[in-house]
């Protein structure tokens, strides 16, 4: 059983009361451990889709004392006996928490976009499919695509001002070398790597929709986002690039690239806001 274990360290004055508080929850097994004469710790065992509702529920039962505790929530591969009927499904908290590892700012990550921008431009320029396929590969762009998303259905207005501040900063970071390159590079514009990157199609869109939706169903349960990454990479960089080194060369077209871009960037979060609030939509009928 993939599941949560809620790890509760408390005062043992409060236990009593965090344990009736969860006790008519959906928990596969809770037991306690007494650490000191002052304080307890509260081990609940519980499936990734009810640990939300027992995080909160202890959350606001012990609020008085919120300082004085510490939940912490572990992943569980599995656990013997099985226990059926487990949706999968990780809690809003640590969703959000992924999300937010992808998307806040670093060093690593804008380095991270200039290699990969590196890579597209040289695929690009030598009209190379495999070589802008590496390219998508370490681009990081799903983080702040599947935080917009997030943020519009929860109305999380930190979020969404995080992950559009970094969408935008990982997008001028391509464009902007892309542009130094194409300045200084004699780009061919009738490479049909480059062509088909300045003017949408139906199979943009759908390339597009499909990613933010496999995005947001990877995060959604607690699996890994690392090819669905490399979908939504696909969908967003090879524009982006392009758009910078036509420009940067001087050349028309320029702004089909961006214009690619902001389509495929749109379709990537309606569809993954369509999953988000499918999800809340469930989760709340399931309460």
């Given at each position: 059983?993939?599941?949560?274990?809620i790890?509760?360290?408390?005062?043992?004055?409060?236990?009593?009361?965090a344990?009736?508080?969860?006790s008519?929850?959906?928990?596969?097994s809770m037991?306690?451990e007494?650490?000191?004469?002052t304080?307890?710790?509260?081990?609940?065992?519980?499936?990734?889709a009810?640990?939300?509702?027992?995080?909160?529920?202890?959350?606001?039962?012990?609020?008085?004392?919120i300082?004085?505790?510490?939940?912490?929530?572990?992943?569980?591969?599995?656990?013997?006996?099985?226990?059926?009927?487990?949706?999968?499904?990780?809690?809003y908290d640590?969703l959000?928490?992924d999300?937010v590892?992808?998307?806040?700012?670093?060093?690593?990550?804008?380095?991270?976009?200039?290699?990969?921008?590196?890579?597209?431009a040289?695929?690009?320029?030598?009209?190379s499919?495999?070589?802008?396929?590496?390219?998508m590969?370490?681009?990081?762009?799903?983080?702040?695509?599947?935080?917009?998303?997030?943020?519009l259905?929860?109305g999380?207005?930190?979020l969404?001002?995080?992950?559009?501040?970094?969408?935008?900063?990982?997008?001028?970071i391509?464009?902007?070398?892309?542009?130094?390159?194409?300045?200084?590079?004699?780009?061919d514009p009738?490479?049909?790597e480059i062509?088909?990157?300045?003017?949408?199609?139906p199979?943009?869109?759908?390339?597009?929709?499909?990613s933010?939706a496999?995005?947001?169903?990877?995060?959604?349960?607690?699996?890994?986002s690392?090819?669905?990454?490399v979908m939504?990479?696909?969908?967003?960089?090879?524009?982006?690039?392009?758009a910078?080194?036509l420009?940067g060369?001087?050349?028309?077209?320029?702004?089909?690239?961006l214009?690619l871009?902001?389509?495929n960037?749109?379709?990537?979060?309606?569809?993954g806001?369509?999953?988000f609030?499918?999800r809340k939509?469930?989760r709340?009928?399931?309460?």
């Amino acid at each position: 059983m993939a599941g949560r274990l809620i790890e509760v360290f408390l005062p043992t004055g409060r236990l009593e009361l965090a344990r009736s508080s969860v006790s008519g929850l959906k928990i596969t097994s809770m037991w306690t451990e007494r650490l000191s004469e002052t304080h307890s710790q509260l081990h609940i065992l519980t499936d990734s889709a009810s640990s939300e509702t027992v995080t909160r529920t202890l959350s606001s039962t012990l609020a008085d004392t919120i300082d004085d505790i510490r939940i912490v929530c572990l992943p569980v591969e599995a656990s013997i006996p099985e226990d059926e009927g487990s949706s999968g499904m990780i809690s809003y908290d640590e969703l959000k928490q992924d999300v937010v590892e992808m998307t806040s700012p670093s060093p690593s990550t804008w380095i991270l976009t200039f290699l990969s921008a590196v890579v597209a431009a040289s695929g690009l320029y030598r009209n190379s499919a495999t070589i802008l396929i590496g390219a998508m590969v370490i681009a990081p762009l799903l983080g702040p695509s599947v935080g917009l998303s997030l943020s519009l259905i929860h109305g999380d207005r930190k979020l969404l001002l995080l992950s559009f501040r970094e969408m935008l900063v990982r997008s001028a970071i391509a464009v902007a070398f892309s542009a130094i390159l194409g300045m200084l590079l004699t780009v061919d514009p009738t490479l049909s790597e480059i062509t088909s990157r300045i003017q949408a199609g139906p199979s943009d869109i759908v390339l597009a929709l499909a990613s933010g939706a496999a995005g947001a169903i990877a995060l959604c349960t607690g699996g890994s986002s690392t090819l669905i990454g490399v979908m939504v990479a696909v969908a967003l960089m090879p524009p982006l690039v392009t758009a910078g080194l036509l420009w940067g060369g001087g050349y028309s077209g320029w702004q089909g690239g961006l214009s690619l871009f902001s389509l495929n960037l749109a379709c990537i979060i309606l569809s993954g806001a369509i999953v988000f609030a499918v999800r809340k939509i469930s989760r709340l009928k399931g309460k």
